[in-house]
Structures are given as C-alpha cells and as structure tokens.
C-alpha cells in the first residue's frame, strides 16, 4: 500500500499490535519523536494546518500525501466511497501528536489510529469505517469498525478529551501560546535540562577547541582537564593534569586552583592554549599564574606536559578573590580577568587595587600573544589599549574597578544579523549587598570599592565627581542570591526561543536567571528561570531539577548552552555535573542544526556516558501516568 517504514506512524506498526490506551502523562506540545515541535523550514503542501508550527518538515509531509493518494487509489479500484474530508492529513503533524497517539510514553506502545472526539468518530464510522482495513493492520481495531460504532469510538477516544482531533485544533487554551516559551504563572521560564557528564571534582569550566571536532574539555579545580566526545564519552587519559603544580585544598568553598583556560583562535593550525591557576613556591607568597602551553605532537588529545611557558605571575594577598577567567576577544587579544586581591572591601592601599590602575588586581587586562616579544616578556602590548602611556595606569589595563568577576563569556552575535557579536559579558561578584552582570567596555571603570551594584560602598570614594563609572546592565540583592556565576547569551541553534537571552546563575542559592535585551532603549530585564515541572519535562532523557552551586556555565561548538554544578563545593568532592538547557515548547526544525565534526583519532579506552540524574526518569513516568487514572 505504500506504508511508510515510519516507526511511529499510523500506518507503520506492520505486526499486529493490540491498541492499549495509555492515558497521557502531561498537557503540553509534543510529537511522535518524543520531542518538541517546531516551524518547518518551508511551506507544507499537504498537511498546510500546520505549516506554522507543527511535527512534520517537508520530507514527513511529502510521505503523509504519498500513504494519502495511495489509500485513495485503493478504494477507488474497490469502489468504495472516498472519504477525502474525513481522510486527510492523519494528525502525525499536529504539534499535539504523542497525546493524539499516546505517544507520550515511550515506554508504552503507540496508537496507530489518533485520539477522535467521540460526535467525530460517530461521523467517520457511520461514513468511512470501510476505511479503517486501510489505515491499520490492528484486526481488533478492523473488526470492531465494521460491527459497532459505540464500542469502536469508545476504543479511539481519549481520556482527555482536550486533546481529541478534531476538538484540539479548536481549543484556544491549548493553542493561543503554541511554540513560546512556557511560564509558570509568576512568568518563570520553565525549562528543562539533560545530563551530559557526572562524577567530576568541581567542574569550573567546559569549553570548546573552536577547531570542529565538537570535542569539550572540562576541567577540575584540582588541575584535571579531561577531553568529553561528541557522542558522550570521556578518554580515559587526561587532556592536562596540572595537579602537582595547582594550589588547592579540599576546604569547602576554596576558591583556588586551576580556574581558567582558553585555547588560541587558531588552535587547529597552532595547537595553543592557555591555564591560569593557583600556584604557591617554597612557602611564598601566593600567586595566579598564566602559562601558555601546546597540545602534543603525538596525541591531538593530549597536551604537552613540557610545553608550558609562563606569560604572567601576580601575587595574591590573600586566599580568596582570584578571578580566573581567560577569553579570546574577537580582536584576537587574550583578556585576563583577576580578582581585586581578597579579604573584604579590597581594603588594600587608599583606594584598593581595583581603582588602583598600577595594580594589575581587580582588572580586565588585554595583552597580545602573537608575534614576537621584547623585553623578556611573553606578551605584547596591543596598540589601542586604553591606558598606554599613562605613568599611573599598567599598559595591560582594558577595564578596571571589578571586585572577582566570576566567568565572562564572548557573545558570538545574532546567528541572522550578528547583533551583539563580540560584546563580553562578565558575572561580578559582590560584597555584602548585590551581585552584579556588566558589559566590559574598553576604558570603563566598573565601580568598585566606590560601588556595589549600583549602591555606594564606600561613601568617600563613590561621592568622588571623577569616578565616571559604568553601571552595571543588571544587579540583584544577597535576598536573590549571593554569588553571581556569569553566564552566556544564548546563540544555539536547537532552542530558537531562546536566543538573545543572557542566561546565568547564583553559586549559593542555585537560582537561574535570565536577561532580555530591549534593543530599542539597551536596558536589560529580568526574566526568571525556573525547571519545568514534571508534566512539562516528560520527554525522554530530560530532567527538571540539578545540584545547587552553580559552579561555571559553557556553550559547545554549536552554541548550546550548559552549565556546571555540584551538591558539594568542595575542591576534591566528585559530585560535579555538567547540565545541558532545553526549550520543551519548541525545537528547531530537523537537519537544521546538523553538524559534522572532524573526526578525532582516538588512543586508549573511551569512557561510555552513564547518566545518574535521570535515573528516575522511568519511575515518573509511570507515577505520573497512575495520578492520572486516579
């Protein structure tokens, strides 16, 4: 006849399959594939009610006409009434398709016929029930149309009968919002979240190689980084193990150790990268150093333990406040982002080491590491930096007046128009009072010790006319959270609603957050995150909760957006896990965000991914499928 080899189609099932009735686990868009829906790429000629937003591209539709007409020349050969209203698109393409078929659970088997409203399914029997051989193999099913319509309407409808067809298509509750995020009804976005990697020390960055391998290299704060593969597993050897040279202690809350890297534009050609960590010598003074280090000759997937080359070493007065992030501007310069020394109130000299712009603490700096160098140095001076020439200022300064910034991020831009591309957004945690997402502009002066947030800190210094600080985009009170973690803005391709949404975090309290831009006026406002509940996050594999301290966020190759988070902030405590965001109302279309990454030649064990967080997911399923026959 035809029949697509479509495993969750209507007509696909070719063994003969009981029709069991599964009721539906939650109220929300899902399709036959157990995911979103989404907006074809382009027009549909068949199934055009959902052309809009539904669960079929080009390809699905093109299959549904074909099954269509050949259904079609079957009963004309038989001579049988056509049935063309009532025979149509089959409802594979509603974006309400796993509820139409019971889909929702994949655990349980699909529906080969949709869900009809009864008064509909009254109309269809007394008129096309010669049909229904035509559209399953179920003989239960057949038999039953060609005797009784109370009985075979009654094993077609739907215990929620919201969702029955054709009813849903008219049901504004369900539809008036189709494709936008979901809010709670306090207007918390709610979202969902995988797992993607588990068992790690403190997770305090993931990030990508840029040199399309899609490979992630996670890193611990005791000096492990450890190469993750696209299909989910871990090399069992480290990319780095600086553990013997980092500075750290399994104290609860240290904030050193290994705390940043970032690999050269250029990686593919050139094999560099850089750390930053901790380091204390022979009872010294404590330092943060930045090295320059290669990848090996040998093995793409390790580095070179010999290869390290210290770039930069400044002395730390004290444990805490020891910045830690290293990001490549799109300029090609490499930023530094330090810590203003630790302690409290950055009580070091008459204004601090952040507005002290000789101090190289409490700073964005920006230095070239390409070419060749003079004066011993590793670095170069880039020619445009704010403060060069100034006999009070370090040449290396870009910005100043931060207290611990705590992960920046590089927006990659619109992935239409490139709006926001190349601006650096920077998590500034602060001291008693407000946490603190500022933009990082060349020359500005963000405030501390003056400011906190957009309060005064210090009454002397914030009353001072010349301070001319830049106020942050966005601030909240020690009630929300007390240890902002930076974030990304959103550029991905699989969750559509969510681009140009700066998502982030608070360490301490584990809350999500989000800021939207209003392009016109440059404000940002907040949008609140929270997980979905259970209903919401019922597809497969996802999960609607994570640890609390939320240690870093990351975005992958494509864009997508992660964060890092443990139950236990400890240094050497392996309850570290990284999660992956998801949109549940909408996807992108399918083969839209295809990628195909240079393949990794692999020496030594791989790790397969085993997932812990989600362990329970098939228990919800079945709990919430019981709640609802009760």
């Not at 029949?3 to 599964?22: G, N, R």
């Not at 290869?307 to 805490?320: F, R």
């Not at 982030?504 to 800021?515: C, E, K, P, Q, V």
């Not at 957006?561 to 405590?573: K, Q, R, V």
Request: hydrophobic share 35%; charged share 25%; net charge negative.
């Amino acid at each position: 006849t035809g029949q697509s080899s479509d495993s969750h189609s209507v007509f696909v099932t070719m063994s003969v399959m009981l029709l069991v009735l599964v009721h539906p686990v939650s109220a929300h868009p899902q399709c036959l594939d157990f995911e979103p829906p989404f907006k074809p790429q382009w027009h549909l000629e068949f199934c055009e009610q959902y052309e809009e937003f539904g669960c079929c591209d080009q390809k699905t539709d093109n299959m549904i006409a074909e099954r269509y007409w050949d259904i079609i020349d079957q009963l004309e050969v038989a001579g049988y009434e056509l049935c063309t209203d009532l025979v149509s698109c089959f409802q594979e393409c509603s974006p309400y398709a796993a509820h139409l078929f019971d889909a929702e659970d994949p655990y349980t088997p699909v529906r080969e016929l949709p869900g009809l409203c009864f008064g509909y399914c009254s109309e269809f029997h007394s008129k096309c029930r010669h049909v229904v051989k035509y559209l399953t193999r179920n003989k239960l099913l057949q038999d039953t149309a060609e005797r009784d319509m109370s009985t075979f309407c009654s094993m077609v409808e739907l215990s929620d009968r919201d969702y029955c067809y054709p009813d849903v298509l008219k049901n504004t509750d369900l539809n008036s919002n189709l494709g936008q995020v979901v809010e709670d009804p306090e207007g918390c976005l709610q979202l969902c979240l995988t797992e993607v990697a588990n068992s790690l020390r403190n997770p305090v960055l993931m990030l990508h190689s840029g040199d399309d391998t899609h490979r992630m290299f996670i890193a611990e704060q005791v000096g492990f980084v450890w190469v993750y593969l696209p299909d989910g597993s871990r090399l069992e050897q480290p990319f780095l193990d600086m553990s013997g040279e980092v500075l750290t202690t399994p104290w609860l809350g240290d904030e050193r150790g290994f705390l940043g890297m970032a690999f050269h534009p250029k990686y593919r050609d050139n094999g560099r990268f850089f750390i930053y960590y901790s380091i204390q010598v022979n009872s010294e003074l404590e330092k943060i150093r930045i090295s320059e280090m290669k990848v090996s000759e040998h093995d793409m997937n390790m580095a070179d333990p010999y290869s390290e080359k210290v770039i930069l070493e400044i002395d730390e007065p004290a444990a805490n406040h020891n910045g830690g992030q290293l990001l490549f501007g799109l300029d090609g310069y490499l930023y530094i982002f330090t810590g203003d020394g630790g302690k409290a109130g950055d009580p070091f000299g008459k204004y601090g080491n952040a507005q002290n712009k000789t101090a190289l603490l409490g700073k964005a700096l920006r230095i070239d590491v390409d070419g060749s160098f003079a004066d011993g140095k590793q670095y170069r001076i880039p020619a445009d930096n704010p403060f060069l020439g100034e006999p009070d200022a370090r040449p290396e300064v870009f910005a100043y007046g931060v207290r611990n910034m705590w992960r920046c991020s590089v927006d990659r831009g619109d992935p239409v128009n490139r709006y926001g591309r190349g601006r650096i957004f920077c998590g500034d945690v602060g001291q008693n009072r407000y946490e603190e997402v500022d933009i990082i502009v060349k020359g500005g002066n963000y405030g501390w010790r003056a400011k906190e947030g957009f309060e005064c800190y210090d009454l002397k210094l914030c009353q001072n006319s010349s301070l001319n600080d830049i106020l942050p985009i966005f601030a909240y009170s020690h009630h929300v959270g007390k240890s902002v973690t930076g974030g990304y803005v959103y550029r991905g391709c699989e969750s559509p609603n969510l681009n140009g949404l700066y998502i982030f975090g608070d360490f301490m309290s584990g809350r999500i957050l989000a800021l939207e831009e209003d392009k016109a006026t440059g404000n940002w406002k907040e949008r609140s995150v929270c997980m979905g509940d259970t209903k919401t996050c019922s597809f497969p594999g996802l999960i609607n909760h994570h640890h609390k301290f939320i240690i870093s966020f990351a975005e992958d190759e494509s864009g997508e957006l992660y964060f890092m988070a443990t139950t236990y902030p400890s240094a050497m405590s392996p309850f570290g896990t990284i999660f992956k965001f998801m949109d549940p109302s909408r996807r992108a279309p399918p083969g839209k965000c295809k990628k195909k990454p240079v393949p990794v030649k692999v020496r030594g064990k791989k790790i397969p991914f085993v997932p812990r967080e989600c362990e329970s997911c098939h228990d919800s399923f079945a709990i919430l499928t019981l709640e609802h026959e009760a």
